[in-house]
């Protein structure tokens, strides 16, 4: 069974920066699809940010230019969050997407942007 662990999230200013991290545990395909969404409350779930193995991302407006997703191998992925503003108030979610099989969701980590 694929199990994915984030790390990092928590409070920041307005302006400041977080980093967020996850890793995958199981069996995973080398070629995969790994990143992170958001949900507010009251809001559907939306893509932040995502990346492939073969280094193609998808970024959301609202956050280009501001967070940017890495990878260092084919079962981790992180989130450099800067620029925090308070709209970027969510619970952060780690997904895994692999070509024939179910999506893999991590437990959520709340991020929040307030003074």
């Known amino acids: 069974q694929v199990q994915l662990v984030e790390s990092g999230g928590g409070l920041v200013q307005p302006g400041g920066s977080l980093r967020l991290s996850c890793a995958a545990s199981?069996?995973?395909?080398?070629?995969?699809?790994m990143g992170w969404y958001r949900r507010t409350p009251g809001k559907e779930r939306e893509l932040v940010a995502i990346?492939?193995?073969?280094?193609?991302t998808n970024y959301a407006e609202s956050v280009k230019g501001r967070f940017t997703v890495s990878r260092d191998n084919f079962n981790t992925v992180a989130l450099q969050m800067a620029s925090l503003r308070p709209e970027d108030t969510a619970v952060y979610y780690c997904?895994?997407?692999?070509?024939?099989?179910?999506?893999?969701w991590g437990q959520g980590t709340q991020v929040t942007v307030s003074s």
């Open positions: 997904n895994l997407y692999q070509l024939g099989r179910s999506d893999v």
């Open positions: 199981g069996s995973i395909s080398i070629a995969n699809t």
């Open positions: 990346m492939n193995t073969n280094g193609g």
